[in-house]
């Protein structure tokens, strides 16, 4: 819908208001850009000219040094390795035969090379010089072959016989048109050829050429200099400046760097590498303002595409606003007529304020109304997880989050707080309880403390993720001491055992109420630990531990009627032994927890006992009878459990691969398959040998003897170890069995392999 002109005009105030604020908004990112732009784009494409500098610097090193490199072989070739060479030098009457042979020889050694312009041979006991274009006498040779303007007869004779080391001459002008660079080689008595020297001569412009390419483009200049410090080559002689480098360029030791150097008013980047084969160092001068010249047309160019981004927004602004000012126009409309307040001369923005202030006071009186429940929905929630309703930390935590409750640690326990209130002792409640004990709780420990169903009673549930029962216990002792003192009155702690399932919790509850009845005995003001109780239970004759754990294993083999009559010998046994009341409820929660434990996949919905339920149960009958509808339920889930897993093709693939993962236990047995499957022995072995042709305990030795023949082979293992990893007790049994199986004993086996 198009926005009508005297629309815009009405609220003009603001629409501009809007429209400078979006401007703002899109200038905002360009300053940045452009700060990044010069702060960092120009500074890296200015290194990048830099680095391609070097880098071409470097690369005609690399070229002239090569070339350089190839005199001082063909030197050794000349001298060294050229034997005919030698024979016509040394020959009793020179003649021109052999002084044509000389020259043709010296021409093939720099025929190929295109660098060297004359290779040039001399003797002390020849006045005649050798080049690869003639014969000559050496005072013609060096006044009119060879002009050289500061190099007459005698220096020419001395510096190229007398020098100790071959040595190069810069560039020099030679013929009075032509300059080049001199490679000297002085005679060597270890050469095939004493007394001689050799030169090389070398047209500046061929190593000028290599030095072009990293200059020509910025109109610089590039020259080499020697370790003495003088010029070899210049690329142009009209701008050398090198006086006013050479010191800096003597005292440097660095093989690549630059530096920026203002000479005659201009700045000047100066660009310098060294050889490490001659100890040349080679320099490139260039002009900064022709260096950065791309950086400024790049600078140019990027204002121009500021300007025309900025344009472009706003127009796009302008249009946007116009299209968006619509809605803002009938939502004011909307909230007027809503809140019945279209008499009132307010623009978009305070009739939009009007209307969340007037939900936020709404919201507020919500939230006041939700802040007075939020703690009985916490309480709620944590009895949900102690009675066994929730399945997992991370589904507690997901409820939790919005009533800021969660817990981060992977160790659960349940404590339970009870207060002793005498006649003059004054009056606690819960937060004074959770108050002393978050001065005393210990680092690494979360906590949540509310109200127990039991009169001055109070369930802390604790969550730590190592266990220790010395710290803990130090922690409690100081929370029951720190409480005396404040509020002259003695609490009694009981203490659950540790879990790492919070589907536990419901037992360790247990544990925790079983551990505070025994207070009966211990006296106030104790910290009692139901493993405590326990431990004290296993000094009582013949505690049913075994028949407890027995029943267990009825219930995966689904025996109901074995089941009730166990139950009822554990009840008439609490009976007859006159069991104290602790150990009796210590005993009915070991049952129903083995009851659950028989298997973890069964889910009974609605026939778990209320934790809190089973406290207030007062005879041993209720008891009984809510653990025999327990079994019950569980045998006849795991028989359907049990017939699904039978009418499935890879049943009999879980069996062998259940026996595989526990053959080598020397405590393995046919019964603990029968129990984990919840089958019945005889059962058992006709199915295996029905599908697998063969009885469990062939089977079983059959894989423990391919182990046993492994080990021998490829361990020094004693036939006693090599009897336990595979699942014998008896050494004797294992050697026995093996000969039945393999006809031959263990150690024969080792020898047979060996051998």
């Known amino acids: 819908m198009r926005l009508k002109a005297r629309d815009v005009t009405k609220n003009s105030n603001m629409f501009i208001k809007y429209i400078i604020s979006y401007v703002c908004v899109m200038l905002l990112p360009v300053v940045i850009l452009s700060l990044v732009v010069f702060g960092i784009f120009v500074e890296r494409l200015k290194n990048e000219i830099v680095n391609n500098t070097i880098s ?36 009793d009457t020179p003649s021109p035969i052999n002084d044509l042979y000389i020259k043709n020889e010296l021409r093939k050694h720099i025929a190929s090379n295109f660098f060297i312009s004359e290779v040039v041979l001399c003797s002390k006991n020849n006045n005649y010089i050798y080049t690869s274009e003639g014969v ?35 560039a020099e002008t030679v013929n009075k048109d032509e300059r080049y660079v001199t490679f000297v080689f002085p005679p060597y008595m270890s050469t095939d050829i004493p007394n001689s020297a050799l030169l090389f001569l070398v047209r500046e412009e061929k190593i000028a050429n290599l030095l072009l390419s990293n200059v020509d483009k910025f109109d610089g200049n590039s020259f080499i200099v020697d370790n003495k410090n003088q010029i070899i080559t210049v690329t142009n002689n009209e701008v050398v400046y090198f006086n006013e480098l050479k010191e800096v360029i003597a005292s ?5 760097y630059m530096f920026e150097k203002k ?34 047309e790049s600078k140019i ?84 997880l102690i009675r066994g309703q929730i399945n997992s930390i991370e589904e507690f935590n997901s409820y939790g989050k919005e009533i800021d409750i969660n817990f981060s640690k992977k160790i659960f326990q349940i404590i339970i707080i009870r207060v002793s209130l005498g006649r003059y002792d004054r009056k606690v409640n819960r937060q004074n309880i959770i108050d002393v004990f978050d001065e005393c709780v210990f680092s690494g420990y979360e906590y949540f403390i509310r109200e127990n169903v039991q009169k001055n009673e109070y369930i802390g549930l604790l969550a730590f993720d190592e266990i220790n029962k010395d710290r803990l216990n130090e ?51 104790q910290i009692i630990h139901y493993n405590e109780i326990i431990n004290y239970s296993l000094r009582i004759d013949d505690y049913p531990h075994e028949e407890i754990k027995e029943l267990n294993r009825l219930i995966r083999q689904g025996n109901i009627k074995k089941i009730k009559q166990l139950i009822n010998w554990i009840i008439d046994y609490i ?49 009984s009878d809510i653990i025999s509808e327990l079994c019950l339920d569980i045998c006849t889930a795991l028989k359907r459990k049990r017939e699904n897993l039978y009418e499935e093709e890879n049943f009999i693939d879980n069996i062998i691969n259940f026996i595989k993962q526990n053959y080598d236990n020397c405590n393995f047995s046919t019964q603990m398959i029968a129990d984990n499957f919840g089958m019945g022995l005889s059962y058992l072995s006709q199915y295996f040998k029905a599908n697998v042709g063969k009885t469990i305990s062939d089977y079983i030795t059959e894989l423990r003897i391919q182990k046993a023949k492994k080990l021998l082979d490829s361990t020094n293992f004693s036939i006693s170890n090599i009897s336990e990893e595979v699942g014998y007790y008896n050494v004797s049994s294992f050697i026995r069995r093996f000969k039945q199986v393999t006809g031959i004993t263990p150690g024969e086996y080792r020898e047979k392999a060996v051998k």
Not at 146 to 155: A, L, P, R, T
Not at 267 to 294: E, H, R
Not at 314 to 342: G, H, V
Not at 583 to 607: H, Q, S
Request: glycine residues 4%; contains cysteine.
């Open 56 to 91: 071409a610097l470097n690369k005609s090193k690399l070229m002239i040094d090569t070339q350089i490199s190839q005199i001082y072989g063909t030197y050794y070739q000349i001298m060294d390795i050229n034997k005919t060479l030698k024979t016509y030098i040394y020959v």
């Open 136 to 170: 000559y006498p050496k005072s013609l040779f060096i006044n009119s072959i060879y002009c050289y303007d500061n190099w007459n007869i005698e220096d020419f004779e001395r510096d190229i016989f007398d020098a100790p080391r071959p040595f190069v001459r810069p």
């Open 252 to 256: 440097e030791t660095r093989r690549d």
């Open 263 to 296: 000479i005659g008013g201009e700045s000047f980047y100066v660009f310098v590498t060294k050889s490490d084969y001659l100890g040349w160092k080679y320099v490139s001068l260039l002009p900064a303002k022709s260096v950065m010249s791309g950086v400024v």
């Open 301 to 384: 160019a990027f204002f121009v595409g500021l300007i025309m981004i900025f344009i472009l927004g706003t127009a796009i602004i302008l249009f946007f606003m116009k299209i968006n000012y619509e809605p803002i126009k009938q939502l004011k409309a909307y909230i007027e007529k809503l809140l019945n307040r279209s008499g009132e001369n307010l623009n978009e923005i305070e009739t939009v304020r009007e209307a969340i202030d007037y939900l936020a006071n709404q919201n507020a009186k919500l939230s006041n109304d939700i802040k007075k429940s939020i703690v009985a929905l916490r309480d709620s929630l944590v009895f949900s």
């Open 475 to 525: 922690m409690l002792r100081n929370f029951m001491e720190k409480f005396r003192r404040e509020y002259n009155t003695f609490v009694t702690i009981g203490v659950g055992d540790e879990c790492r399932d919070v589907q536990a919790l419901p037992r360790s509850y247990m544990n925790a109420s079983t551990a505070l009845k025994h207070m009966f005995i211990r006296g106030n003001n």
């Open 575 to 623: 009976k007859k032994k006159d069991t104290p009341i602790f150990i009796a409820r210590a005993i009915c929660f070991e049952i129903i927890y083995e009851v659950f434990k028989a298997d973890e996949d069964v889910v009974l919905e609605n026939k778990y006992p209320d934790i809190f339920v089973l406290e207030k149960i007062d005879t041993l009958e209720q008891l």
